[in-house]
């Protein structure tokens, strides 16, 4: 499994204020299974993200646009041995830009006409 799916479940994980043993238990597994996926350790299969997905409401690939997305820098990141707390902060970084950039480009196009 990717680092960057483990981190981006971890990161709705925590914004939804859902403990693991909670997401373990919607999930049907074990909760030592699910720390290993937000690790990056262990598997996930496709069913487990659509649950997962289902769970927050969101569309599957909001979970794994990490993996497209922030792969390069993820990856530099996790080559030079950063803490998971600095790997997943430039994620949250990279989707607030994101945000933003859309907002600002809308805002744009309003002003425009």
Do not use: C, W
Request: aromatic content about 6%; proline content about 1%; glycine content about 4%.
């Amino acid at each position: 499994m990717s680092y960057s799916i483990g981190s981006r479940i971890k990161i709705l994980r925590i914004n939804h204020k859902i403990s693991q043993e909670k997401m373990a238990e919607i999930l049907n597994i074990t909760a030592h299974r699910y720390s290993l996926m937000e690790r990056g350790q262990g598997d996930i299969s496709y069913d487990i993200i659509k649950k997962i997905a289902d769970s927050f409401r969101i569309p599957t690939d909001e979970i794994t646009k990490a993996v497209t997305e922030n792969k390069d820098l993820i990856t530099l990141f996790r080559e030079e041995n950063m803490d998971t707390a600095i790997v997943e902060s430039v994620g949250k970084v990279q989707e607030i830009v994101k945000v933003f950039s859309a907002h600002e480009k809308l805002h744009n196009q309003i002003n425009s006409r």
